[in-house]
């Protein structure tokens, strides 16, 4: 087993990620814009490095680390060479600087401190704990770990396919149509490692819950958030129990694609915030990954691409012409039905009363009474802490500064999607049941939750751009 | 003099929130003491494996039974039971990676049931444990690994019971219960992934959340008198002093994690093991795999039985083969003995292996097999040409 190369495996897509967020958005020169540049590369390096390994199909994986690695150091050094030349990021438009009184510089400290801690708790837990069950045995983890094991990356199939198959050239799997972005990723570890260690490989969980912490935090700065608002966020978002819990478990795809999500929505923000190309192009990147990390990604892509649609109309056309969409589109579905190709789901047919995904068959749609178990979740449980009722105060309480109105829309629209699929998958379907068992209900909402808190904190506490500051 | 003054009654919040939390928790109209108590120490119980020793009134239990578990039954156990609701205990700080049960014998049968505790011991309110009758046979504790670690682990263990003592209805009891649910120790499971922890089979009277948010909201109050906060900045000391509150009760469960968890991996390894979903399973395949590793490798393992638990698991472990799980009996392929294959079989079905025949019945087929060496719940046999080539 070879540490080093572990760490090499680690740092490499992540420096390629940091390597397009420079070459789109610019230079990083604050430490702000360094940790956003260093979180969101190391989302989108790692899971964009997972995708493109599928093209590594036919090598054999004993030589991925030592043919691959060194090609992607040496396009990393050329990237790097070119890129010193990219114009630095234009600096954050702070609120101007105001010494802290001390009950604030303390709350700072404490925050910071009892971050850390959790940090510690995340890594040595990740370390410790083994894969706990469903899909880290039956997708995420179970086909790095198979492939690791026969030396070859298998397709995968169902039951009847498999035994078909002449033997070994194809690996069983409940899931057979799921994403192989992330176990691609596994494997690469596990390759550079030299041998299939579990605890090791865990860290990737407690490293992305980090990401995803510089990325709010350093993404709120850059935005021109105070220390403690943005400090406030962060540590909203990462002291949540389920996504404390997802930095810990092995196996589990749901915090990466939250992630993602929280990527697209924050640099689509700052595409029309802006008016910046490069975050565009950076947010269309994280949205194209989305469908290779987990099913549900295509969905949320969806959402993200009607919102952006719906944010580059004229604001009237916003205000009534979406909405009037929308309530055509839903009368096309009831009367002749809608049929939607979506990446990794197929051809999603919408009727009236039915929704048919060709890999789960068809849905059939009424009320369902589970508005208890979804209440029991979101304000008693110890799942979200206080995180729902606040964000309710905000949304009815508070309406936002006139400064943060037009580019927020974007971000509202994919969030207002977002919730009504929830709301129609959870109190509409089957997946009800989900909901009543308080299974899948918190891990779909997780998917959302990183991006929701990001936008009603640009919403609450940005301040205006003066003018003539737009890249 | 008016700042004294005003620091007192931001007092007055807390205060009420103290009485608050008492009332709610309390049954109506308890006393503040019990009027029935019956107390038993240490020495009054005994160790179901019998390895113990007495220091003064406690009683150090030692020994396991096969399975892993510790039991300490009391001698004589309480006749009437009807009018004692409260039943609270102390101990030195157990082994990390123990956990305790609350275990009794009734007309009904053998129960156990989760007990709630934290650092020294806990009280709870027996109305509210599932099953519960006052009529007990027998009665004790039971001390068992935590389900990530193999039963035979932690040893030597030392169990220091101090006392154990039934009351009939009170507030100070009712407290001490409401107080050991919101501090109760949580474990891992594999549930944690879809809620933010596992939820304790017996739930405080006033829930934690409840009650750590109605602190919350109590010191800002107090603080906004003290300050002379307005109600928005009132609110956000709400939110933060809640947020911060919450956050310490799971921060307190993890740091308990951090200390429990390795303590119960480096037992494990001493054991030759890790940590594992299911130690018993993870222990079955572990002795399973050198049998299969000797087989050819075009063999395919079929894995059936069980629940969706312990068929995906198994799968899972033994991901270096050709591994499937068999769906139902309906799927089992027609020509499962033309290829070399492996059918794992787990705990007890339809099936049925003859030894003097050599031929294995599951379900209505029956073909020639062979049986490979394997731990309980798995039975494991080669079919097909591995079956012939035995012969």
């Known amino acids: 087993m070879s540490g080093l190369l572990y760490v090499a495996a680690l740092l490499l897509p992540t420096l390629a990620g940091v390597a397009v967020w420079v070459a789109l958005i610019g230079q990083p020169r604050q430490r702000s814009a360094w940790l956003t540049a260093v979180g969101a590369g190391h989302v989108l390096g790692s899971l964009g490095w997972g995708a493109l390994l599928r093209l590594a199909t036919p090598m054999p994986i004993e030589h991925w680390f030592a043919w691959l690695a060194p090609a992607l150091f040496v396009t990393l050094l050329l990237a790097a060479a070119l890129l010193r030349r990219r114009s630095a990021l234009p600096a954050p438009v702070l609120a101007q600087p105001t010494a802290l009184p001390p009950g604030q510089r303390w709350l700072l400290r404490g925050l910071w401190g009892v971050l850390a801690l959790h940090t510690l708790v995340l890594l040595q837990q990740a370390w410790v704990l083994p894969p706990l069950m469903w899909d880290a045995w039956t997708v995420w983890l179970a086909k790095p770990a198979a492939w690791f094991a026969t030396g070859h990356v298998l397709p995968s199939a169902p039951f009847a396919a498999w035994w078909e198959a002449a033997s070994g050239t194809v690996l069983y799997s409940q899931a057979p149509a799921y994403p192989e972005a992330l176990p691609r990723l596994l494997l690469w570890q596990a390759v550079a490692l030299g041998a299939w260690h579990t605890p090791a490989l865990a860290l990737s969980w407690p490293l992305l819950w980090l990401a995803l912490g510089a990325f709010c935090y350093g993404g709120l700065r850059l935005e021109g958030l105070r220390r403690l608002p943005a400090l406030l966020a962060c540590y909203a978002l990462l002291s949540l129990p389920l996504l404390h819990a997802h930095g810990v478990f092995i196996g589990y795809a749901d915090l990466w694609l939250a992630a993602l999500l929280a990527l697209v929505l924050f640099h689509g923000s700052r595409a029309f915030r802006h008016r910046s190309r490069g975050d565009a192009a950076f947010a269309v990147l994280a949205l194209a990954l989305l469908p290779a990390v987990k099913l549900e990604g295509a969905i949320w892509a969806l959402c993200a691409v009607v919102a952006g649609i719906a944010a580059l109309l004229p604001p009237r056309a916003q205000r009534f012409g979406v909405p009037l969409l929308g309530l055509i589109l839903l009368g096309w579905a009831w009367t002749l039905g809608l049929r939607l190709p979506l990446p990794g789901l197929g051809v999603v047919e919408l009727r009236w009363g039915e929704i048919i995904i060709p890999s789960m068959g068809t849905l059939s749609l009424h009320w369902r009474p589970v508005l208890r178990p979804v209440l029991e979740s979101l304000f008693v449980l110890p799942n979200w802490m206080l995180l729902w009722p606040v964000l309710l105060y905000l949304l009815l309480a508070r309406r936002p500064p006139p400064a943060a109105r037009p580019w927020l829309r974007p971000g509202g629209w994919l969030l207002l999607s977002g919730y009504a699929f929830l709301i129609v998958l959870f109190f509409f379907t089957d997946a009800s049941q989900w909901a009543e068992s308080l299974t899948s209900l918190n891990r779909v909402l997780l998917h959302i939750v990183p991006a929701t808190v990001l936008w009603f904190s640009l919403r609450e506490a940005v301040p205006p751009i003066p003018s003539g500051r737009a890249s | ?391």
């Open chain 2, 1 to 391: 003099m008016k700042a004294l003054m005003r620091f007192v009654l931001a007092l007055l919040p807390l205060g009420a929130w103290a009485a608050g939390i008492a009332w709610l928790a309390s049954p109506e109209a308890a006393p503040w003491s019990p009027e029935l108590r019956l107390s038993y120490s240490g020495a009054d119980f005994q160790s179901a494996d019998g390895a113990e020793r007495r220091e003064g009134d406690h009683l150090i239990a030692t020994g396991m039974l096969p399975g892993g578990e510790t039991v300490l039954l009391l001698r004589e156990p309480p006749r009437e039971l009807a009018e004692l609701r409260y039943l609270s205990f102390e101990w030195e700080p157990l082994p990390p990676g123990l956990r305790p049960l609350l275990l009794w014998n009734d007309s009904t049968g053998t129960h156990g049931v989760n007990l709630p505790w934290h650092g020294e011991g806990g009280t709870v309110d027996l109305a509210q444990v599932p099953g519960w009758k006052a009529e007990a046979h027998s009665f004790g504790l039971m001390f068992i690994p935590l389900d990530l670690a193999p039963p035979t682990s932690l040893e030597p263990r030392r169990i220091a019971l101090k006392q154990m003592r039934f009351e009939s209805v009170n507030r100070r009891a009712a407290l001490d219960a409401t107080w050991t649910g919101w501090t109760a120790w949580r474990p891992w499971t594999g549930r944690s992934v879809n809620t933010g922890g596992f939820e304790l089979v017996l739930p405080p009277k006033v829930p934690a959340q409840l009650g750590w948010l109605s602190l919350a909201a109590a010191l800002a109050i107090g603080l906004a008198i003290w300050r002379r906060f307005r109600w928005r900045r009132m609110a956000l000391a709400f939110v933060l002093i809640g947020w911060g509150l919450l956050d310490f009760a799971e921060l307190r469960q993890h740091l308990w994690r951090a200390v429990a968890y390795p303590a119960l991996a480096e037992s494990a390894a001493q054991d030759g093991r890790p940590l594992a979903a299911s130690p018993t399973l993870h222990a079955a395949i572990a002795q399973l795999q050198p049998a299969l590793r000797a087989l050819p490798a075009e063999t395919r393992v079929l894995v059936f039985g069980g629940d969706a638990f312990s068929r995906q698991y198994p799968v899972f472990l033994l991901r270096e083969f050709n591994v499937g799980e068999l769906p139902g009996l309906a799927e089992l392929p027609a020509d499962v003995t033309d290829h070399p294959t492996v059918l794992v079989l787990i705990g007890g079905g339809d099936w049925q292996f003859m030894p003097a025949s050599g031929r294995l019945r599951v379900g209505p087929r029956e073909w020639p097999a062979r049986a490979l060496p394997a731990a309980a719940p798995l039975q494991v046999y080669a079919l097909g040409p591995l079956a012939e080539a035995a012969r």
